[in-house]
């Protein structure tokens, strides 16, 4: 049973544009939701965060808004690059304070486009 | 953020064979945990390797197929035994940091003919 779903499975986006990925999740223990940015060859590196405290959180171009109650959260890119080209992996996991496993989303790869 | 290496990059290995893949970190930390990663897929959590106690397996991974050692809070290894080419993956540790943040190392690409 996959437990975090995310879509779509890839995106292409003008230079200038705004990518939105999104992410829904079934298990109410989740307390906590990392993004990651993975380029090809490389391991995924940790982009933005949030706990579901909140219902938004921003960092430069890359915001989280999250959805509590429909247990849904998106990863919004803004002004996209064509650096921004990769592999994007939203995730989730019972954390309770402290790093434990991750239930990774299928991912999305996303084009940017010049 | 903590700066993770892995040994090796890549491999190419013959089936019936064991390869030890080893994850060095530049800090000491508790918890760090080995995932897998097919081709064009997501990312699946192996164990939890906590130092000082036995690693913790997810369902569908067990000890004889893929043991684990963590003799000390900086490094973690993990064997991939008796390989088959359905073992042909990214192999990835990651380690906890901050709280909840978890950092991954580069991955080990390995082959199995």
């Known amino acids: 049973q996959q437990q975090v779903k995310q879509s779509p499975q890839s995106l292409i986006v003008q230079k200038g544009g705004i990518s939105i990925i999104n992410c829904a999740y079934e298990n109410t223990a989740f307390d906590y939701f990392p993004w990651y940015q993975q380029f090809p060859g490389k391991g995924p590196a940790l982009l933005i965060a949030i706990r579901p405290d909140v219902s938004e959180k921003k960092e430069g171009r890359f915001t989280i808004s999250f959805n509590k109650s429909a247990k849904q959260f998106s990863l919004h890119i803004m002004d996209s690059q064509p650096g921004d080209s990769a592999t994007y992996f939203c995730a989730a996991s019972i954390a309770a304070g402290t790093a434990s496993k991750l239930t990774f989303g299928t991912g999305t790869r996303l084009q940017v486009t010049l | 953020s903590a700066v993770i290496s892995q040994k090796p990059s890549r491999d190419i290995c013959q089936r019936g064979t064991s390869l030890t893949i080893q994850c060095q970190v530049d800090s000491q930390v508790t918890m760090m945990f080995w995932y897998r990663q097919q081709p064009g897929q997501s990312l699946t959590l192996i164990a939890t390797a906590n130092q000082g106690s036995e690693a913790t397996y997810e369902s569908g991974f067990v000890i004889d197929k893929f043991p684990i050692s963590r003799p000390n809070l900086t490094f973690s290894t993990l064997t991939v035994s008796n390989m088959s080419p359905e073992d042909s993956s990214i192999y990835l540790c990651?380690?906890?940091?901050?709280?909840?943040?978890?950092?991954f190392g580069p991955g080990t690409r390995l082959l199995v003919l």
């Open positions: 990651s380690v906890g940091a901050y709280q909840e943040t978890q950092y």
